[in-house]
């Protein structure tokens, strides 16, 4: 029979909504304070084995006769933001199952609606962990922390509470197509997401939830957590202690050697290194120990031999006499090039890790913003370079968990680019749209201002000269009247170009609606050509005409009015005129 390892699961969802809090007491533990700076700083998985999950979820498992057979859990530890519900393995998603935790108190966040995004896209299994329910109002807290046991003992008022809470977010699901229920109502969990209340806080649904993890991964999950021999794995972080690099890596198949050399990508050639040391994590987050051997699925720490710059998020593959690096770097290419697809045009998109980049790039393909180039790292003076050379609307560099580079900070080009950088990705987005939005705006308005402005006028009764140059009073009906611009009567006949504008005696470049002036005209005879009382208006080409109708969201409704005047002077002799 096949061997199985752990499933990896991930812990995603808003950031206020509690997963470090669940996680916590999911491992019984709270998170060690360990010098800032150190290396062992902040844990990034931790394993739960078998006989932690008998213990922990014994009252749920005999409850439903559910056998355990896996060989325990392994909970990626993921910072606030949802790019690593997005790190990645070949063939989809590093985790095999997901918990998404909402507050029963909140709903639906635009981070939680991220998370599902992602979740739908990498097609990963998840299950949803509806907490603080303790929160509500006159809870009281069942004393085998079952959360179906706490929610039948509550008072009427409190359950009707919780009812109503537990409705909202079912109906809020909905409408992101997500179909979900009680754990315990379920019949096929391939067509409803299972919820489970809970409270990091009084740890009640905690045992519950894993065993929905252990009965969801043994049922469906059996072919994906099969291990093979050859050792694959994921770079989650890089460390630097003193002069040594540390790579913290979830080993999701097959097994490792300290004696193994292997090849990790990056997005040129893939970088050939020995192993100097293997630590991996003990269970419970308890820090690691120095080991020979490791096999899958296991947080570790490695030491390597290679001084060249790794990229979080990147897969790494133990070199064989059969898997050799001509194969492997073949398919970290094909990987990674599946994963990260640049158009033709668009912005440049840059990111912490891999996992945080491909994540960022399903939302911005859900929202239609292309990406010309997409890469790891800081924002660099060759992403500043290129982005100089896309056209005004593209000139935007995007940075997630990254900041400039301070090589930058002093650089020409950076004056015509917009750089936008945040840790929250729903947040870069939004500001991304914002600004792509309010950028448009002002393109079509320069395209408009080397239009002709629109202006219709009347002619008042004073008549200063009556021709070489014609001189007379106008009130500019609506629209603005600007120096130099050719006017029509309503007959269609070209009267002639306004030499200058006087008002209170002033010469003046531009006048508003409402106003009354004197303008001269040259070549103009006013007795023969004009008469007091009638309307002038701008004189426009088909061309202009259309370029107005194209960007008519910018023209005031006295402009469009004015636009549909001039159309129906025009259309006189053509009847097709701008149309």
């Known amino acids: 029979m096949a061997k199985i390892r752990q499933p990896i699961i991930t812990i995603a969802g808003h950031v206020d909504h509690g997963k470090t809090s669940i996680l916590d007491k999911i491992r019984g533990t709270s998170i060690q304070k360990t010098e800032a700076g150190g290396i062992t700083q902040k844990i990034s998985f931790t394993a739960l084995p078998r006989e932690t999950i008998q213990q922990r979820a014994k009252t749920t498992l005999d409850k439903f006769k559910i056998p355990l057979e896996i060989p325990g859990l392994l909970?990626?530890?993921?910072?606030?933001?949802?790019?690593?519900?997005?790190?990645?393995?070949?063939?989809?998603?590093?985790?095999?199952?997901?918990?998404?935790?909402?507050?029963?108190?909140?709903?639906?966040?635009?981070?939680?609606?991220?998370?599902?995004?992602?979740?739908?896209?990498?097609?990963?299994?998840?299950i949803i962990a509806l907490n603080k329910?303790?929160?509500?109002?006159?809870?009281?807290?069942?004393?085998?922390?079952?959360?179906?046991?706490?929610?039948?003992?509550q008072a009427i008022n409190v359950k009707q509470n919780f009812d109503e809470k537990f409705y909202t977010i079912i109906g809020a699901l909905h409408s992101h197509n997500i179909t979900a229920d009680m754990y315990s109502k379920i019949e096929d969990f391939t067509k409803s997401i299972a919820i489970v209340p809970c409270s990091a806080q009084t740890g009640e649904g905690i045992t519950e939830i894993l065993a929905m993890l252990t009965a969801l991964s043994q049922k469906f999950l059996k072919e994906r957590i099969q291990t093979k021999e050859l050792g694959k794995g994921v770079v989650l972080e890089v460390?630097?202690?003193?002069?040594?690099?540390?790579?913290?890596?979830?080993?999701?198949?097959?097994?490792?050697?300290?004696?193994?050399?292997?090849?990790?990508?990056?997005?040129?050639e893939p970088i050939q290194t020995k192993i100097r040391n293997i630590q991996k994590a003990r269970p419970l987050n308890k820090g690691y120990k120095t080991k020979q051997k490791v096999k899958a699925a296991t947080g570790i720490?490695?030491?390597?031999?290679?001084?060249?710059?790794?990229?979080?998020?990147?897969?790494?593959?133990v070199i064989t006499p059969k898997n050799t690096i001509k194969k492997i770097t073949q398919e970290f290419a094909e990987e990674i090039s599946e994963e990260i697809q640049?158009?033709?045009?668009?912005?440049?998109?840059?990111?912490?890790?891999?996992?945080?980049?491909?994540?960022?790039?399903?939302?911005?393909?859900?929202?239609q913003i292309q990406i010309i180039k997409a890469d790891i790292g800081p924002i660099s003076k060759k992403d500043v370079y290129l982005c100089n050379t896309l056209p005004e609307e593209d000139k935007i560099i995007i940075g997630f968990n990254v900041q400039p580079s301070e090589d930058i900070q002093n650089l020409e080009e950076l004056k015509n680019i917009k750089i936008i950088t945040s840790e929250i990705v729903y947040k870069l987005i939004e500001d991304l749209e914002k600004y792509k939005t309010e950028k448009l705006r002002e393109i079509e308005r320069k395209k408009l201002a080397e239009l002709p402005t629109i202006c219709k006028l009347t002619i008042l009764d004073f008549v200063f000269r009556n021709s070489s140059p014609a001189v007379f009073g106008v009130k500019v009906q609506s629209g603005i009247l600007k120096n130099k611009e050719r006017f029509i009567n309503r007959d269609d006949k070209k009267i002639g170009q306004i030499k200058e504008i006087q008002e209170d005696k002033k010469s003046a470049q531009k006048v508003l609606a409402g106003k009354e002036v004197a303008i001269s005209m040259p070549g103009v005879n006013f007795e023969r050509q004009l008469s007091i009382g009638e309307h002038l208006y701008?004189?426009?080409?088909?061309?202009?005409?259309?370029?107005?109708k194209e960007h008519?969201?910018?023209l005031s409704s006295e402009e469009k009015a004015i636009l549909q005047e001039i159309a129906q002077i025009k259309r006189k002799e053509n009847t097709t005129w701008g149309i």
């Open 301 to 317: 720490k490695l030491q390597i031999t290679s001084k060249e710059e790794i990229l979080p998020g990147m897969p790494f593959q």
């Open 538 to 548: 701008t004189n426009l080409s088909e061309t202009q005409f259309r370029k107005f």
């Open 342 to 367: 640049a158009n033709e045009t668009g912005i440049v998109a840059k990111a912490d890790s891999l996992g945080s980049l491909e994540a960022l790039l399903v939302l911005l393909k859900e929202k």
């Open 75 to 126: 909970f990626i530890d993921t910072p606030g933001h949802a790019a690593f519900t997005n790190l990645r393995k070949r063939g989809g998603a590093l985790a095999d199952i997901a918990i998404l935790v909402i507050d029963i108190n909140d709903g639906i966040k635009p981070q939680t609606a991220e998370v599902l995004q992602i979740l739908k896209a990498n097609k990963t299994p998840f």
């Open 552 to 554: 008519k969201s910018l």
């Open 239 to 268: 460390k630097k202690d003193k002069a040594m690099s540390f790579l913290e890596c979830i080993l999701y198949d097959g097994k490792l050697s300290s004696t193994d050399e292997i090849a990790i990508a990056s997005f040129n």
């Open 133 to 153: 329910i303790d929160n509500i109002s006159g809870w009281q807290t069942s004393q085998n922390l079952l959360s179906l046991e706490s929610i039948e003992n």
